[in-house]
């Protein structure tokens, strides 16, 4: 990393924030026109999706402007396609599917409330109904289009500045309650 990657600058953490809110609300205004207007088109789910490529394609605009074709570089490689240990792929799966499997059984054991498996996943914000399709839209478009933008661009950039505690607590202010 050069010196310029390595210093704390305001300017990189505003042009991220304001481009990645322009760009994924951009592909999600037909989306809010559609629901709050009386027009003639229909909401897309597919444009609810897409929209979570906003901070991806932010972190990468943002990249290019102030680390250019070298920054960018390193922002692909070591924050975008940098695959974490075995072990921490295992436990970000084990993880979720631990919490799920305890609320489903929790929830059939005390309420008698079992909910129907091939329902699970199915919602009014994705095109689909196969729940393979489901995980792996959640993952793709906010897996990795989201969370590499967020966590992959706004959260190094803070931690240049602030300790581990503060850089949370301002993202988490940016993000609301995501």
Excluded: C
Aim: charged share 15%.
């Amino acid at each position: 990393m050069n010196k310029k990657q390595g210093q704390f600058n305001y300017k990189r953490i505003t042009t991220f924030i304001i481009t990645a809110y322009t760009i994924s609300w951009l592909i999600w205004l037909p989306n809010l026109v559609s629901h709050n207007f009386n027009v003639s088109w229909g909401q897309s789910k597919l444009l609810h999706l897409t929209g979570g490529f906003g901070p991806l394609f932010a972190a990468i605009i943002t990249s290019i402007i102030y680390y250019k074709k070298k920054g960018l570089k390193e922002y692909l490689k070591h924050k975008f396609l940098k695959l974490s240990e075995p072990k921490w792929i295992f436990i970000a799966v084990l993880v979720p599917s631990g919490f799920f499997l305890f609320s489903y059984l929790i929830t059939g054991v005390i309420f008698g409330e079992w909910t129907d498996p091939t329902l699970i996943g199915i919602n009014s914000k994705v095109p689909f109904e196969n729940q393979f399709l489901i995980l792996l839209s959640w993952i793709f478009f906010y897996g990795i289009g989201e969370e590499s933008g967020w966590r992959g661009f706004l959260f190094p950039e803070l931690m240049k500045k602030f300790n581990l505690q503060t850089s949370v607590m301002i993202a988490k202010s940016i993000l609301g309650s995501k």
